[in-house]
DNA sequence: CCGTTATAGTTACATATGAAACCATTTGCA
DNA sequence: TGCAAATGGTTTCATATGTAACTATAACGG
């Protein structure tokens, strides 16, 4: 979702002057500065980074984001049920319900039913699903290195410790 | 072979050490982490935050999150086309289309069309969209202040230095 | 036990979104 | 000029996503 960009037009200058002047500079309407507005660059920074992941392999195997992340997950804690992936995925429970229809429909996951409660689905990556995975992790740490260079190491430590203090608290 | 699950209590490690053993602790695997992937916290801090705010305005207003950017670009710089929005929005034309669409329909926004060029339109804030902007712009600040409250002041400053390198390169 | 309430998941419906096709106008240039 | 290519915007179509309703099973209270 992150909009290609343009090359940038110059003259988009001569617009702005030319219908400008009146009302924003009216001192009362403070309008924001979307660009150093917290809540929208982390929008951007996200959506464009998140996109460059997702292009790897979108495509390549049919995968969608939410598919992916459930795949991640799945990977690092085997026989989660639907709920439990969606707490760690930090989805709702239909996301994480289609996402699986997909997944197990596509043999990349394994379901089978709890044994002491019917109601729960007991999952795990097939062979095929973790064939994927040990594709698309790399390349995802690849892209997650490639955001990273662009911040000197003292940076990354500060947006390390940042970023898990602004995680949202768990939901237990 | 998925093992049995019991009483499911989230959150803890027990599930984790009595499934751990089989697949994830082959050395070729390598699970990504995602509580600690880059791209991912970005994602959800960034969702949960934009969620916060425009749970604010959505229902108040009926006023989407892109509309309400569009009319935030708009207060700042007044009498822009649809595609100059698109830019400084970071949305691809067709949402800023839609957006104003409703924008327009709902007389928040005018629409005139370009003297020399009868394809661009020319756009800005009408009274009643001054309005709204007026009384949304400040609540969106009052939730950026206390997402930044979770921080202390040396982390404020260096996450605002950060988003800046990471930012996408932009237009003007 | 039995009825009520809670929980795991799925389905249905309505809305949002992106890609590509599509007009209308403007620009580039032979 | 004249006409192909580019640009601003809108529409179409297929997909994605969220909310609420729904099914099935389990847990609880009397």
């Excluded at 992150?2 to 500079?25: I, N, T, W």
């Excluded at 920074?45 to 799945?74: C, H, K, P």
């Excluded at 429970?93 to 429909?105: C, F, H, N, P």
């Excluded at 409660?117 to 290195?145: C, F, N, T, Y």
Aim: hydrophobic share 40%; aromatic share 4%; glycine share 4%.
């Amino acid at each position: 979702m992150p909009a290609k960009r343009q090359p940038a037009r110059p003259s988009d200058e001569r617009v702005l002057l030319k219908h400008a002047p009146p009302k924003q500079a009216s001192p009362e309407h403070a309008p924001l500065e979307l660009e150093h507005f917290l809540p929208y660059q982390l929008s951007i920074v996200s959506n464009t980074v998140s996109q460059a992941i997702a292009d790897d392999y979108q495509r390549r195997f049919d995968l969608g984001v939410t598919e992916w992340r459930v795949m991640a997950v799945l990977a690092r804690f085997d026989g989660l049920s639907a709920r439990e992936v969606a707490e760690r995925t930090a989805m709702d429970k239909v996301a994480v319900s289609r996402a699986l229809a997909r997944l197990v429909e596509a043999g990349r996951v394994s379901r089978a039913t709890h044994d002491g409660d019917k109601r729960r689905s007991v999952l795990s990556l097939s062979e095929a699903g973790w064939a994927i995975h040990d594709q698309v992790a790399p390349m995802a740490r690849q892209r997650e290195r490639e955001l990273l260079a662009k911040l000197d190491g003292e940076e990354q430590a500060w947006l390390e410790r940042i970023l898990d203090k602004l995680m949202p608290p768990e939901s237990p």
